[in-house]
C-alpha cells in the first residue's frame, strides 16, 4: 500500500508558467482534498472532492483549478504561477464520512520565481 | 460554520518534562476531533482522534487528549517528551456528517536536550 502519493516533489516555476500537480490514493477513499500550507498559517484548504464527480471550492481556490480523474487520482493545476503561489502543497484522502481521519501524501515544494 | 485555535504557536519544553498543546474550537454543530502530528518535510500523521465515549483519548507515542465539551476545548497532553517528538501539531475539528476537516495554524514543539 503506497497510500497518497503526489507528484513532483520540489518544482521551480517563473511567473506566468504552468503546471499540474499529480495526486493518487490506493486506499479506494471517496474524498480527496487539496492543501496549501504556508508558515504560521496552518493548512488551508484549496479545492476539495467530496466524491468521483464531483469537486468544491475550498478557503483559497483562486489562481488554481482541479480535476477529479478518476477515484484515484486528482490533479490541481496552476495556470498562471504567481510568486504568491509559492508553498508547500499537501493532497489528501479520506472515506469521506466524519469520523474518519485524511490520509496525507508527501507534499510538493513549489518556488514561483 | 467551524473554527479551531491553537493557542499557542511556538512551545519550548526540555526533554523528560510534561507538554500540554491547548486547542479550542468553535462550532454550531457536532463535531469530531482530531490531533495530527507533522515531522520536518512530512505530510501530516493522525496522532489521535475523538468521536463520543470516554472524554480522555489516548494515541500514539504516549500523547493523550482531554475532550471538554463545556470549555469546547481539546488539549493535547504527554507527561514526558522525548527529543524525537520535535514536531509540528495541528488540532481539527470536522461536523460528524463530513469529511471536510477545519485546521488549526499549528503548534511546534521544540524539545531541548
Known amino acids: 500500500n503506497a497510500g497518497v502519493t503526489q507528484t513532483p516533489k520540489f518544482q521551480v516555476l517563473k511567473t506566468g508558467q504552468s503546471m499540474t500537480l499529480q495526486c493518487a490514493q490506493d486506499?479506494?477513499?471517496?474524498?480527496m482534498y487539496w492543501y496549501r500550507q504556508d508558515p504560521g498559517m496552518g493548512l488551508r484548504l484549496i479545492y476539495y472532492s467530496a466524491s468521483e464527480g464531483t469537486t468544491d471550492k475550498g478557503e483559497v481556490p483562486n489562481g488554481y483549478n482541479v480535476s477529479r480523474l478518476n477515484k484515484r487520482e486528482f490533479s490541481l493545476r496552476l495556470e498562471s504561477a504567481a510568486p504568491s503561489q509559492t508553498s508547500v502543497y499537501f493532497c489528501?484522502?479520506?472515506?469521506?464520512?466524519?469520523?474518519?481521519?485524511?490520509?496525507f501524501g508527501p507534499g510538493t515544494r513549489l518556488t514561483v520565481l | 460554520a467551524q473554527s479551531v485555535t491553537q493557542l499557542d504557536s511556538q512551545v519550548p519544553v526540555f526533554e523528560e518534562a510534561p507538554v500540554e498543546l491547548r486547542c479550542n474550537y468553535s462550532?454550531?454543530?457536532?463535531?469530531?476531533l482530531f490531533w495530527y502530528v507533522q515531522y520536518p518535510n512530512q505530510g501530516l500523521q493522525l496522532l489521535l482522534k475523538?468521536?463520543?465515549?470516554?472524554?480522555l483519548v489516548k494515541g500514539i507515542n504516549g500523547f493523550e487528549a482531554e475532550f471538554n465539551k463545556s470549555q469546547t476545548s481539546f488539549h493535547l497532553r504527554k507527561p514526558s517528551v522525548h527529543i524525537s517528538d520535535t514536531a509540528e501539531y495541528f488540532c481539527a475539528v470536522t461536523r460528524t456528517n463530513a469529511g471536510k476537516s477545519t485546521f488549526g495554524d499549528g503548534t511546534t514543539l521544540t524539545v531541548k536536550p
Open positions: 475523538y468521536l463520543s465515549g470516554s472524554t
Open positions: 462550532s454550531s454543530v457536532s463535531v469530531y
Open positions: 489528501a484522502s479520506n472515506t469521506g464520512t466524519g469520523g474518519n481521519e485524511q490520509f
Open positions: 486506499m479506494n477513499h471517496n474524498s
